[in-house]
Antibody, heavy 117, light 110 residues
Framework: QVQLVESGGGVVQPGRSLGLSCAAS????????MHWVRQPPGKGLEWVAI??????FYADSVKGRFTISSDNSKNTLYLQMNSLRAEDTAVYYC????????????WGQGTLVTVSS | QSVLTQPPSASGTPGQRVTISCSGG????????VSWCQHLPGTAPKVLIY???QRPSGVPDRFSGSKSGTSTSLAISGLRSEDEADYYC???????????FGGGTKLTVL
């Protein structure tokens, strides 16, 4: 069955880097649009980034610091986060979108990133 | 502050019908299809509505979506205690080239 499993979260100091992974199974991720969405503690959902394999877009709050990518051979989505700030502290979810539908039909369980000195 | 405006809270009693609104602009709701997500603490979000008014398989028909101009609404009829959650509207913004989520509405079932 379809599964998305995030990993890579943890505690990191401000200004440092961290990489998240989202392993997909039960489908070919290159056939879908893939997103990263986060939820800071006590706040609402915030969209982070999207890729359809060719195009990539980012929220203004992470543009220039975060990079979304995918490895089709590993069926895995990545989020490289550089120059981390305290406000990047959040639970990060990867999600699959059926192309051009707005249907985020599968989500991972989330991985917590804490940026703190 | 989100470009999509939702009321921070809503409430209803079991069996009632509740509506949650989401207001945007011409570059997002006015031009693109809206999705609605339900989020329970500690769980992954779940899409209830996509393409303004479509329900994914498995979502009860108690949930319905509608859109008019630059505003959209999620209606929940026959309210149940398990509907107590946070609800978010989401849409692609053509001007910003980003997806945007509303600020979220916390639904309380009294």
């Amino acid at each position: 069955q379809v599964q998305l499993v995030e990993s890579g979260g943890g505690v990191v100091q401000p200004g440092r880097s961290l990489g998240l992974s989202c392993a997909a199974s039960g489908f070919t991720s290159s056939s879908y649009v893939m997103h990263w969405v986060r939820q800071p503690p006590g706040k609402g959902l915030e969209w982070v980034a999207i890729t359809d394999g060719n195009n990539k877009f980012y929220a203004d709050s992470v543009k220039g610091r975060f990079t979304i990518s995918s490895d089709n051979s590993k069926n895995t989505l990545y989020l490289q986060m550089n120059s981390l700030r305290a406000e990047d502290t959040a639970v990060y979810y990867c999600a699959r979108e059926v192309p051009r539908s707005g249907l985020f039909d599968y989500w991972g369980q989330g991985t917590l990133v804490t940026v703190s000195s | 502050q989100s470009v999509l405006t939702q009321p921070p809270s809503a409430s209803g009693t079991p069996g009632q019908r509740v509506t949650i609104s989401c207001s945007g602009g011409s570059s997002n709701i006015g031009r693109n299809s809206v999705s609605w997500c339900q989020h329970l603490p500690g769980t992954a979000p779940k899409v209830l509505i996509y393409k303004d008014d479509q329900r994914p398989s498995g979502v009860p028909d108690r949930f319905s979506g509608s859109k008019s101009g630059t505003s959209t609404s999620l209606a929940i009829s026959g309210l149940r205690s398990e509907d107590e959650a946070d609800y978010y509207c989401a849409v692609w913004d053509d001007s910003l080239s980003v997806w945007v989520f509303g600020g979220g509405t916390k639904l309380t079932v009294l």
